[in-house]
Protein backbone atom coordinates (compact mmCIF):
# COMPACT_ATOMS: atom_id res chain seq x y z
CA UNK A 1 0.00 0.00 0.00
CA UNK A 2 1.19 3.39 -0.77
CA UNK A 3 1.42 6.36 1.57
CA UNK A 4 -1.92 7.70 2.82
CA UNK A 5 -2.37 11.56 3.93
CA UNK A 6 -4.20 11.46 7.13
CA UNK A 7 -6.10 14.30 7.97
CA UNK A 8 -8.43 15.02 10.76
CA UNK A 9 -10.37 17.89 10.41
CA UNK A 10 -11.14 19.69 13.36
CA UNK A 11 -13.13 22.90 15.20
CA UNK A 12 -10.70 24.91 15.28
CA UNK A 13 -7.81 23.67 13.43
CA UNK A 14 -7.33 20.87 11.06
CA UNK A 15 -4.29 17.67 11.39
CA UNK A 16 -2.37 16.34 8.51
CA UNK A 17 0.02 14.10 8.53
CA UNK A 18 1.61 11.32 5.95
CA UNK A 19 1.13 7.84 6.75
CA UNK A 20 3.53 4.46 5.86
CA UNK A 21 3.02 1.76 7.58
CA UNK A 22 1.85 3.33 10.57
CA UNK A 23 4.70 5.37 10.55
CA UNK A 24 3.95 9.01 10.48
CA UNK A 25 6.53 11.61 8.84
CA UNK A 26 5.08 14.55 10.27
CA UNK A 27 1.92 16.49 12.04
CA UNK A 28 1.31 20.11 10.59
CA UNK A 29 -1.61 21.97 11.97
CA UNK A 30 -3.58 24.11 9.53
CA UNK A 31 -6.23 26.66 10.61
CA UNK A 32 -9.82 25.72 8.80
CA UNK A 33 -10.15 29.26 7.98
CA UNK A 34 -12.00 27.98 4.98
CA UNK A 35 -12.15 25.66 2.26
CA UNK A 36 -10.21 27.24 -0.88
CA UNK A 37 -7.08 27.19 1.93
CA UNK A 38 -8.23 23.42 3.27
CA UNK A 39 -8.07 22.68 -0.44
CA UNK A 40 -5.00 24.19 -1.78
CA UNK A 41 -2.98 23.13 1.15
CA UNK A 42 -3.98 18.96 0.47
CA UNK A 43 -2.50 19.61 -3.21
CA UNK A 44 0.28 20.98 -1.95
CA UNK A 45 1.10 18.16 0.62
CA UNK A 46 0.13 15.73 -2.33
CA UNK A 47 2.32 17.24 -5.31
CA UNK A 48 4.93 17.43 -2.29
CA UNK A 49 5.10 13.47 -2.34
CA UNK A 50 3.88 11.59 -5.02
CA UNK A 51 4.04 8.56 -3.16
CA UNK A 52 0.90 9.36 -1.74
CA UNK A 53 -1.53 7.59 -2.98
CA UNK A 54 -4.87 7.79 -0.65
CA UNK A 55 -6.20 10.80 1.18
CA UNK A 56 -8.35 9.99 4.19
CA UNK A 57 -10.21 12.43 5.85
CA UNK A 58 -11.88 12.09 9.19
CA UNK A 59 -14.59 14.52 9.92
CA UNK A 60 -16.36 15.18 13.18
CA UNK A 61 -19.44 15.15 11.46
CA UNK A 62 -21.97 12.20 9.35
CA UNK A 63 -21.14 10.58 6.58
CA UNK A 64 -22.78 8.59 3.93
CA UNK A 65 -21.18 6.62 1.37
CA UNK A 66 -18.08 8.63 1.26
CA UNK A 67 -19.81 12.07 1.41
CA UNK A 68 -19.83 14.30 3.73
CA UNK A 69 -23.63 14.84 4.78
CA UNK A 70 -23.27 17.52 8.23
CA UNK A 71 -21.16 18.93 10.62
CA UNK A 72 -22.68 20.25 13.39
CA UNK A 73 -19.97 22.21 15.53
CA UNK A 74 -18.27 23.85 12.48
CA UNK A 75 -20.19 26.95 10.62
CA UNK A 76 -19.42 28.04 7.61
CA UNK A 77 -18.21 24.91 5.67
CA UNK A 78 -20.02 24.22 2.18
CA UNK A 79 -19.72 20.92 2.57
CA UNK A 80 -20.75 20.29 -1.55
CA UNK A 81 -17.89 22.07 -2.46
CA UNK A 82 -15.26 20.16 -0.05
CA UNK A 83 -16.46 16.74 -1.46
CA UNK A 84 -16.20 18.34 -5.71
CA UNK A 85 -13.26 20.36 -5.33
CA UNK A 86 -10.82 17.41 -3.32
CA UNK A 87 -12.29 14.58 -5.62
CA UNK A 88 -11.79 16.54 -8.64
CA UNK A 89 -8.25 18.18 -7.55
CA UNK A 90 -6.55 15.60 -6.75
CA UNK A 91 -7.63 12.55 -9.00
CA UNK A 92 -6.60 10.30 -5.61
CA UNK A 93 -8.65 8.11 -3.64
CA UNK A 94 -10.39 10.04 -1.32
CA UNK A 95 -12.10 7.93 1.95
CA UNK A 96 -13.93 10.38 4.27
CA UNK A 97 -14.81 8.41 7.77
CA UNK A 98 -16.27 10.04 10.63
CA UNK A 99 -13.16 11.55 12.87
CA UNK A 100 -13.82 8.95 15.81
CA UNK A 101 -14.06 6.23 13.42
CA UNK A 102 -10.23 7.12 12.84
CA UNK A 103 -9.56 7.12 16.41
CA UNK A 104 -11.64 3.59 16.82
CA UNK A 105 -8.96 1.96 13.79
CA UNK A 106 -6.47 2.76 15.67
CA UNK A 107 -7.22 1.84 19.30
CA UNK A 108 -8.72 -1.82 17.76
CA UNK A 109 -5.42 -2.29 16.36
CA UNK A 110 -2.79 -0.46 19.24
CA UNK A 111 -4.89 -2.40 22.10
CA UNK A 112 -4.90 -5.74 19.76
CA UNK A 113 -8.29 -5.77 19.46
CA UNK A 114 -8.75 -6.31 15.75
CA UNK A 115 -9.93 -9.53 15.61
CA UNK A 116 -12.47 -8.74 18.75
CA UNK A 117 -15.93 -9.07 17.34
CA UNK A 118 -17.74 -6.96 19.93
CA UNK A 119 -15.93 -3.58 20.46
CA UNK A 120 -17.59 -0.03 21.63
CA UNK A 121 -15.48 3.08 21.71
CA UNK A 122 -16.27 6.12 23.99
CA UNK A 123 -14.42 9.82 22.78
CA UNK A 124 -15.49 12.30 25.22
CA UNK A 125 -13.76 15.51 23.58
CA UNK A 126 -15.62 18.30 22.29
CA UNK A 127 -18.24 16.15 21.92
CA UNK A 128 -19.58 12.81 23.14
CA UNK A 129 -18.12 10.08 20.32
CA UNK A 130 -19.08 6.57 19.56
CA UNK A 131 -18.14 3.79 17.85
CA UNK A 132 -19.51 0.04 17.76
CA UNK A 133 -18.08 -2.84 16.53
CA UNK A 134 -21.05 -5.36 16.47
CA UNK A 135 -20.32 -9.14 15.23
CA UNK A 136 -17.05 -8.58 13.64
CA UNK A 137 -18.89 -5.04 11.71
CA UNK A 138 -17.94 -1.33 12.44
CA UNK A 139 -21.25 -0.11 12.19
CA UNK A 140 -22.07 2.79 9.84
CA UNK A 141 -26.22 2.52 10.00
CA UNK A 142 -28.55 3.38 6.60
CA UNK A 143 -27.47 6.76 6.39
CA UNK A 144 -23.95 6.96 8.48
CA UNK A 145 -25.66 8.26 11.81
CA UNK A 146 -24.85 5.15 13.53
CA UNK A 147 -23.23 5.35 16.81
CA UNK A 148 -24.45 9.08 17.37
CA UNK A 149 -24.83 8.38 21.24
CA UNK A 150 -24.03 12.19 22.04
CA UNK A 151 -27.01 12.80 20.40
CA UNK A 152 -30.16 10.77 21.86
CA UNK A 153 -32.48 12.62 23.73
CA UNK A 154 -32.19 12.52 27.76
CA UNK A 155 -35.85 12.93 30.09
CA UNK A 156 -35.75 16.31 31.24
CA UNK A 157 -33.02 17.67 29.48
CA UNK A 158 -33.75 21.30 28.20
CA UNK A 159 -30.46 22.16 26.72
CA UNK A 160 -30.22 22.96 23.45
CA UNK A 161 -27.14 20.80 21.55
CA UNK A 162 -25.52 22.60 18.45
CA UNK A 163 -27.02 19.55 16.35
CA UNK A 164 -30.64 22.18 16.95
CA UNK A 165 -32.05 19.18 18.85
CA UNK A 166 -33.08 20.29 22.72
CA UNK A 167 -31.91 17.71 25.31
CA UNK A 168 -28.96 15.56 23.67
CA UNK A 169 -26.96 13.59 25.60
CA UNK A 170 -23.88 15.65 24.56
CA UNK A 171 -25.25 18.85 26.46
CA UNK A 172 -24.66 16.81 29.12
CA UNK A 173 -21.80 14.65 28.89
CA UNK A 174 -19.07 15.97 26.61
CA UNK A 175 -15.96 18.68 26.93
CA UNK A 176 -18.29 21.58 25.93
CA UNK A 177 -20.99 20.54 28.72
CA UNK A 178 -17.83 20.32 30.96
CA UNK A 179 -16.99 23.94 30.01
CA UNK A 180 -20.56 25.37 30.72
CA UNK A 181 -20.94 23.27 33.98
CA UNK A 182 -17.66 25.26 34.86
CA UNK A 183 -18.95 28.55 33.99
CA UNK A 184 -22.28 28.40 35.34
CA UNK A 185 -21.21 27.36 38.93
CA UNK A 186 -18.44 29.43 39.16
CA UNK A 187 -16.31 27.08 39.60
CA UNK A 188 -12.52 28.02 40.80
CA UNK A 189 -9.14 27.26 38.87
CA UNK A 190 -8.39 26.69 35.32
CA UNK A 191 -11.14 23.84 33.35
CA UNK A 192 -8.71 21.36 32.75
CA UNK A 193 -8.06 21.05 36.55
CA UNK A 194 -11.82 20.68 37.07
CA UNK A 195 -11.62 17.05 38.02
CA UNK A 196 -8.64 18.06 40.36
CA UNK A 197 -10.40 20.84 42.03
CA UNK A 198 -14.36 19.89 42.14
CA UNK A 199 -14.55 15.85 42.24
CA UNK A 200 -17.03 15.80 45.00
CA UNK A 201 -18.81 18.43 43.67
CA UNK A 202 -22.28 17.98 42.80
CA UNK A 203 -21.94 19.00 39.33
CA UNK A 204 -19.06 17.14 38.42
CA UNK A 205 -20.55 13.82 40.39
CA UNK A 206 -23.39 14.23 38.30
CA UNK A 207 -21.28 14.65 35.50
CA UNK A 208 -19.17 10.96 35.91
CA UNK A 209 -22.74 9.57 36.90
CA UNK A 210 -24.40 10.46 33.48
CA UNK A 211 -21.48 9.24 31.72
CA UNK A 212 -21.75 6.08 32.73
CA UNK A 213 -25.63 5.93 32.31
CA UNK A 214 -24.94 6.30 28.87
CA UNK A 215 -21.88 4.15 28.60
CA UNK A 216 -24.08 1.43 30.09
CA UNK A 217 -26.92 2.31 27.92
CA UNK A 218 -25.42 0.97 25.25
CA UNK A 219 -23.54 -1.71 26.70
CA UNK A 220 -26.99 -3.37 27.61
CA UNK A 221 -28.03 -2.82 24.09
CA UNK A 222 -25.35 -4.56 22.10
CA UNK A 223 -24.21 -6.85 25.14
CA UNK A 224 -20.46 -6.06 24.66
CA UNK A 225 -17.88 -6.40 27.19
CA UNK A 226 -14.90 -4.59 25.17
CA UNK A 227 -14.91 -0.99 25.82
CA UNK A 228 -12.45 1.78 24.81
CA UNK A 229 -12.81 5.56 26.65
CA UNK A 230 -10.99 8.34 24.95
CA UNK A 231 -10.92 11.89 24.02
CA UNK A 232 -9.52 15.21 25.92
CA UNK A 233 -11.79 14.83 28.92
CA UNK A 234 -10.82 11.36 29.98
CA UNK A 235 -7.30 12.41 29.67
CA UNK A 236 -7.67 15.57 32.04
CA UNK A 237 -5.69 15.49 35.30
CA UNK A 238 -7.43 12.74 37.88
CA UNK A 239 -10.06 12.35 35.97
CA UNK A 240 -11.90 9.38 37.96
CA UNK A 241 -11.64 5.94 35.70
CA UNK A 242 -11.90 3.79 38.69
CA UNK A 243 -15.49 5.41 39.76
CA UNK A 244 -16.65 5.44 36.29
CA UNK A 245 -15.57 2.01 36.21
CA UNK A 246 -17.97 1.14 39.15
CA UNK A 247 -20.72 3.38 38.02
CA UNK A 248 -21.00 1.67 34.71
CA UNK A 249 -20.64 -1.57 36.28
CA UNK A 250 -23.93 -1.04 38.31
CA UNK A 251 -25.62 -0.64 35.74
CA UNK A 252 -25.03 -3.74 33.47
CA UNK A 253 -27.96 -5.68 32.50
CA UNK A 254 -26.56 -8.86 33.96
CA UNK A 255 -24.11 -9.93 36.60
CA UNK A 256 -22.69 -12.05 34.59
CA UNK A 257 -21.07 -9.45 32.45
CA UNK A 258 -18.99 -7.59 35.15
CA UNK A 259 -16.40 -10.23 35.20
CA UNK A 260 -16.18 -9.90 31.82
CA UNK A 261 -15.74 -6.27 31.41
CA UNK A 262 -12.90 -4.47 30.38
CA UNK A 263 -12.71 -0.92 30.24
CA UNK A 264 -9.01 0.19 28.37
CA UNK A 265 -8.68 4.23 28.81
CA UNK A 266 -6.62 5.41 25.55
CA UNK A 267 -4.45 8.56 25.57
CA UNK A 268 -5.40 11.39 23.63
CA UNK A 269 -2.20 11.81 21.33
CA UNK A 270 -2.62 14.21 18.08
CA UNK A 271 -1.14 11.23 16.01
CA UNK A 272 -3.98 8.34 17.30
CA UNK A 273 -6.47 9.88 14.37
CA UNK A 274 -3.47 10.41 11.58
CA UNK A 275 -2.28 6.47 12.60
CA UNK A 276 -6.42 5.39 12.08
CA UNK A 277 -7.01 7.53 9.38
CA UNK A 278 -4.37 5.10 7.35
CA UNK A 279 -5.81 2.36 8.93
CA UNK A 280 -9.07 2.55 8.13
CA UNK A 281 -8.09 2.72 4.44
CA UNK A 282 -6.71 -0.90 4.32
CA UNK A 283 -9.88 -2.28 6.85
CA UNK A 284 -12.34 -1.15 4.38
ZN1 LIG B 1 -27.56 17.03 19.37
Known sequence: MGKVLGIDVGGTFTRFGVVHNKFVSSVEKLFTANIDDFVAFVDEQVKKDKEIKTISIGIPGIVKDNKIVSIPNISNIDIDAVNTKLHELTRLDVVINRDVNLL????????????????????????????????????????????????IPLIGNKRLCNCGKTGCAET?????????????????????????????????????????????????????????????????????????????????????????????????????????????????
Not at 108 to 123: A, I, M, S, T, W
Open 172 to 284: LVSGMALVNLHKENNLSGEIKNIFVNHLNHEVIKDFIHNLALIISMEINIFDTTKIVIGGGVANMPEFPKEKLRNLIKKELRSKSLIPELEIYFVDDLPINSIIGASLIVKEE
Open 104 to 151: FYNDLDRLNLKHEENVLGFYVGTGLGNAIKVNGVVLKGSHGFAGELGH
